[in-house]
């Protein structure tokens, strides 16, 4: 009855938008400390709306956020000094950018447990209720995982080798890979293309390269635990920064929940500068452009940079250019800055289009706020986003190396002049939006469903426990094929010992009227 009631309250608590107060205040220990500043962005969220509950959040990650928030603890390890990676030497990368790990995570992990910093959590380890551990590329935290519950973040939202190790294996006939999607629906080309990189990639990246250099260094510092992948089979829930509004409605376990554009918000007031340069540009509009905070413009090749200040130089529009770095010649009708309240522009009306590289983020917020895209993809999930907003009609892209004066300005003009982009992506805005809860919300629930129930077993799948083999019933059509053998040659026998019976009865007769 007791049960009935709380279950009652949470469905009711959930439509009105609020949640139940937690039954108890835990500590949460959150695990990004590979990462760029937006996976950190996809946790801060849920970090806040978890703080906000009573829960203490204790994040361990690489880019301290500037401001104190009450019951949020930042531990930032010391291991990044250096500059980000330059990732436009990345783009001819044959697997998409993510052949930097092969050096990068084998530093971390040679030094991340002897961080002071980090070696403290991971001796107070026992301490938090629950671990929120980053998917991507953060194999090296897993150690803290043993005999304990943990969720999964999937910052670049499908995860396809995270969802097998869940038990759902995504059929490659129509879920994209991490790198790349194709038009719809997908040719036989595509569908082969794309088998080929799941299977390649999950093996590369598990089995032969970067996993294995990772526990050899984790075997020798941790000779007690159970292997990586060991490890993260145990997870209860991941946590996907996705939803079919704004991607591919997919097939999924009740362990994996859809909690896509968390950062999303309402736009504050720009700032006084901004915001009259975007006003004072009238009926013309804005062109916003930013490449996020990983793929800096300064590492911008000159060649394309100095295209897009000829190309801007042509149109009628005024240009907002996040660069950080000195640029000489700038037109008139451009203005450069190097911090920029993304999300507060996106909002403006006479912002008309936003040309990104595509970053998942980036991507949402261009869609909460219905501002049509223009993509360049630079790496990993990049191109991916991009051909999902040329597919979906709410913006389009263009490759690095087609770059000319005129590629650009008739890309502006088709999108800014077009009304197709801004019809669709209003559609996708109001889809996105129109949800029982908001995505954090829906994260708070199950972050805490899963402390409440111990790790939730009742979560798990069975497909998790089986091997490849008995996944794919290769064992079983293996018996299927014995089975039908068997039958045949059976008949066989039968028949033949038949037709010798006929045949010989057939033989005696003969020779009697003989
Ligand atoms: C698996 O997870 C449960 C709770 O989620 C925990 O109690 C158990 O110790 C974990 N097992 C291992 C081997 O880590």
Redesign the pocket.
């Known amino acids: 009855m007791l049960a009935a009631t709380y279950v009652m309250l949470a469905v009711v608590a959930m439509v009105t938008g609020k949640l139940d107060p937690p039954e108890r205040h835990c500590k949460i220990l959150m695990l990004t400390p590979v990462s760029s500043q937006s996976h950190k962005n996809v946790f801060m969220p849920l970090a806040r709306a978890l703080a906000d509950r009573g829960h203490q959040i204790t994040i361990l990650s690489e880019n301290p956020t500037s401001s104190d928030y009450p019951n949020i603890i930042e531990v930032t390890h010391e291991l990044t000094s250096q500059e980000p990676p330059d990732m436009f030497e990345y783009m001819k990368d044959w697997n998409g950018g993510w052949t930097l790990f092969e050096t990068l995570l084998p530093d971390y992990v040679k030094n991340l447990y002897k961080d002071p910093s980090v070696k403290d959590l991971y001796e107070r380890r026992k301490e938090f209720d629950l671990f929120v551990v980053d998917h991507e590329f953060n194999e090296i935290v897993y150690p803290f995982?043993?005999?304990?519950?943990?969720i999964m973040v999937n910052t670049p939202g499908i995860d396809y080798r995270q969802s097998a190790v869940l038990g759902n294996v995504f059929n490659p006939a129509y879920v994209p890979n991490i790198n790349s999607d194709f038009p719809r629906p997908f040719s036989i080309w595509h569908r082969f293309i794309n088998t080929l990189i799941q299977i390649v990639f999950a093996i590369y990246w598990r089995n032969w390269v970067i996993v294995p250099q990772l526990q050899k260094e984790i075997s020798a510092q941790f000779p007690e635990l159970?292997p990586l992948l060991?490890?993260e089979r145990?997870m209860?829930l991941a946590l996907m920064n996705t939803h079919f509004s704004i991607g591919i409605p997919l097939p999924l376990l009740p362990s994996q929940v859809e909690v896509g554009a968390m950062h999303c918000r309402p736009a504050n007031p720009l700032p006084q500068e901004l915001e009259s340069w975007i006003t004072g540009a009238g009926s013309s509009g804005v062109i916003y452009f930013n490449l996020g905070s990983f793929s800096r413009g300064s590492y911008m090749p000159v060649q394309y940079r100095d295209v897009f200040l000829q190309a801007f130089r042509r149109l009628p529009q005024r240009v907002v250019w996040k660069y950080e770095g000195e640029l000489k010649n700038v037109p008139d009708n451009v203005m450069i800055t190097n911090w920029v309240p993304q999300q507060d522009i996106l909002a403006h009306n006479n912002v008309k289009v936003f040309i990104t590289h595509c970053g998942l983020l980036g991507t949402q917020e261009s869609i909460y706020h219905a501002t049509p895209l223009l993509g360049l993809p630079i790496f990993a999930d990049q191109n991916r986003n991009s051909m999902f907003i040329r597919n979906s009609g709410v913006g389009d892209f263009l490759l690095w190396e087609e770059l000319t004066e005129d590629v650009i300005v008739n890309a502006i003009n088709d999108i800014i002049n077009n009304p197709k982009y801004k019809d669709n992506i209003l559609r996708k805005s109001k889809l996105m939006r129109d949800q029982p809860v908001s995505p954090t919300e829906l994260a708070v629930f199950w972050t805490e469903y899963?402390i409440r129930h111990?790790?939730?077993?009742q979560l798990r799948s069975p497909a998790a426990q089986l091997s490849w083999v008995e996944f794919l019933m290769l064992d079983v059509i293996f018996l299927l094929h014995l089975t039908v053998f068997f039958l045949y040659f059976i008949t066989r026998r039968i028949l033949r010992v038949i037709y010798a019976k006929i045949f010989s009865a057939n033989d005696s007769i003969k020779k009697k009227r003989e």
């Open positions: 995982l043993h005999e304990a519950s943990f159970p060991e490890l145990n209860s899963v111990k790790g939730a077993p």
